[in-house]
């Protein structure tokens, strides 16, 4: 009998232990430290970067009027014209016969009507002394005015074969640079072809094509209205542009919002800049960056980038710290990139703070330890 109570104790004294562990409480861990960055309002700069192409102020093609033989080539490739310089003669000597012809046929005119003329006044007083009658008298008049028909058609027959002569000198339309020539000396060019044959660029001013949606449209109107966008002229903003190797262009533009169409597929609105070109550095075709100086906000909220994350929605959130040290999820509201900084406008108050590093370790509703890093603190 007590040879069965000694085995019996040890049992009893293992299970309650165990019961005991399967009531102890887990270690609690140590808050998780996180790094936050303060908010504080402050002024800043508002601008917006929209995307774009240059386009030539002014291009003209170059095209005959004439048919004929190009007999000359008057300027270099890739140069500066001036508007109404000679650029190509083509054969003129059939245009010159056509001139001399037309001026025999008005001096033929002319010599007629004179003849008519004389006559017409010789019977007028013949017609009073009753010497010839009233046919005779109306056959010279009729003969007279007939002979200034003449002279006037020989003038529109001389005038017509003038300019066809006077196109065989083909002559820049604008000033502008021109490029290469697509025909040479002795190349036979018709009225009215299709083909080009050479090309001027108008390259100072330059357009800049960029593309917005309608909506921001609108809001550039109500601030320009409101004078916090900068003008340079009535109805347009002051503009300056990026180019494509990320260096600033030196000169500013002036923005216009007359003459615009909305895309009804895209819903975007093609708004074109004027841009001084004097150094020609800008080409048609260019891929450029147009930013347009809104104003100062003076209470604007900025928060770095990587404090800003995107949930299955794509729309912004930040994690917060309150000031019992507990993390939630904010949703807030981006306008657009500043440097390394959201602006944004919705969501946000001053001295808040954010979590920008150690989100990956952390829950809502998590205790943490937040260590500043905002430059403010840096400097204290």
């Known amino acids: 009998m007590m040879h069965y109570s000694r085995v019996v104790a040890p049992a009893a004294l293992i299970l309650g232990l165990a019961a005991c562990q399967r009531h102890a409480a887990p270690p609690k861990l140590p808050p998780q430290p996180v790094k936050v960055v303060t908010l504080r309002t402050q002024p800043v700069e508002i601008h917006t970067l929209l995307p774009g192409r240059t386009e030539a102020f002014e291009i003209a093609q170059v095209r005959p009027q004439v ?6 080539r008057l300027f270099v490739e890739g140069t500066d014209v001036k508007a109404g310089q000679q650029l190509y003669q083509i054969d003129p000597r059939t245009y010159q016969a056509a001139v001399d012809v037309a001026q025999g046929q008005l001096l033929h005119a002319q010599g007629n009507e004179v003849t008519a003329r004389a006559k017409l006044n010789r019977y007028g007083p013949l017609l009073k002394a009753h010497a010839i009658s009233q046919q005779e008298y109306d056959d010279a008049l009729a003969a007279e005015r007939e002979a200034q028909g003449d002279i006037q058609s020989a003038k529109g027959q001389l005038e017509r074969a003038s300019v066809d002569l006077g196109y065989t000198h083909m002559n820049a339309p604008i000033t502008g640079r021109i490029g290469r020539s697509i025909l040479t000396v002795g190349a036979l060019v018709t009225v009215n072809q299709t083909n080009n044959v050479a090309i001027v660029t108008r390259l100072d001013p330059i357009y800049v094509d960029v593309n917005l949606p309608a909506t921001e449209l609108l809001r550039f109107k109500r601030e320009l209205a409101q004078g916090r966008l900068t003008r ?10 990026a180019l494509e190797d990320g260096t600033t262009y030196e000169h500013a533009g002036r923005m ?4 615009v169409n909305v895309d009804e597929a895209t819903a ?13 550095l800008l080409l048609p075709g260019m891929y450029v960056h147009a930013q347009l100086a809104e104003g100062t906000d003076p209470a604007a909220l900025l928060v770095p980038q990587q404090a800003v994350q995107r ?4 729309d912004a959130q930040v994690w917060v710290v309150d000031a019992e040290s507990k993390v939630s999820i904010r949703p807030v509201v981006t306008q657009q990139a500043i440097g390394t900084d959201w602006l944004v406008t919705d969501g946000l108050k001053d001295g808040e703070r954010v979590v920008v590093e150690g989100v990956l370790k952390i829950h809502p509703g998590d205790t943490v330890t937040p260590v500043d890093v905002s430059p403010t603190a840096k400097a204290g």
């Not at 048919?67 to 000359?72: A, C, L, P």
């Open 67 to 72: 048919s004929g033989v190009i007999m000359q």
């Open 232 to 241: 340079v002229g009535d109805n347009a903003a002051s503009i300056t542009i």
């Open 256 to 259: 216009e919002f007359s003459e």
């Open 311 to 314: 949930n299955s929605h794509g």
């Open 268 to 280: 975007t609105v093609v708004v074109r800049a004027v841009m001084p070109n004097p150094e020609h």
